[in-house]
């Protein structure tokens, strides 16, 4: 089945170290995302790509790190300078605007990060 | 920026309806979501707004007047897997991206039985 397969499910960090989230997307979309979220609040968009070798920063990139060397992976390095990193992050992808598939977003399951 | 407001949470009886609005204060328009997400999980798709007026689909509609900045979703015969938080969210007018989206902080329905 397509979909968007998000992993560790949960990850615990200590204070100082990086981690990263993988994402990895098999419907063929263009562009990805990762929002984040926190109780109560709504989600924020941390980093986009649009297409591959190229990503741009959303509303709260600091403290992220992103790569896109592959249409199908987008993963989120969490880094030390990210004083308040506990949260549920979310990766997404969509098509292109005018395409088809462009009008929905679709979201992976999510992981949660803990910082120790 | 968006401003995005939202109720904080609702209450309904099983079988009942429940009505959520959505307003929101935008520089410009490209379109409205509704996502539901359970405690824990990844949003859900539920539907998309860019026209005036509503969309139907199944037990639940939703309604858009860009002119008020005012959406609403629309549950009906209100069943207890509907109890979610569910999120309004516009997409980003002058956005180079399709995805980029500002959401509001979501409602939570409690359905009781």
């Known amino acids: 089945d397509g979909g968007i397969t998000q992993s560790p499910k949960y990850l615990f960090r200590k204070e100082g170290q990086n981690v990263t989230l993988s994402c990895e997307q098999n419907l063929n979309h263009d562009a990805m995302y990762w929002y984040r979220q926190d109780p109560g609040q709504g989600l924020r968009l941390i980093y986009y790509s649009q297409i591959v070798n190229d990503f741009q920063k959303g509303d709260i990139a600091e403290g992220y790190s992103v790569s896109r060397e592959k249409k199908e992976s987008f993963p989120l390095t969490v880094t030390s300078a990210q004083k308040n990193p506990t949260a549920f992050y979310l990766c997404a992808s969509s098509g292109r605007s005018g395409q088809r598939s462009g009008n929905t977003i679709y979201f992976g399951e999510g992981s949660w990060l803990t910082v120790v | 920026g968006q401003n995005i407001d939202q109720p904080t949470e609702m209450t309904a009886t099983e079988g009942a309806i429940v009505q959520i609005n959505c307003t929101y204060q935008?520089?410009?328009?490209?379109?409205l979501f509704w996502y539901q997400q359970h405690a824990g999980e990844a949003p859900t798709f539920l539907s998309y707004?860019?026209?005036?007026g509503l969309e139907e689909k199944g037990r639940f509609s939703s309604f858009l007047s860009r002119s008020k900045g005012y959406s609403y979703l629309l549950l009906k015969e209100l069943q207890m897997k509907d109890s979610a938080s569910y999120l309004c969210a516009v997409r980003d007018p002058y956005g180079d991206s399709w995805g980029k989206l500002q959401f509001g902080a979501g409602t939570q329905v409690v359905v009781t039985p």
């Open positions: 707004n860019v026209l005036d």
């Open positions: 935008t520089s410009g328009f490209n379109g």
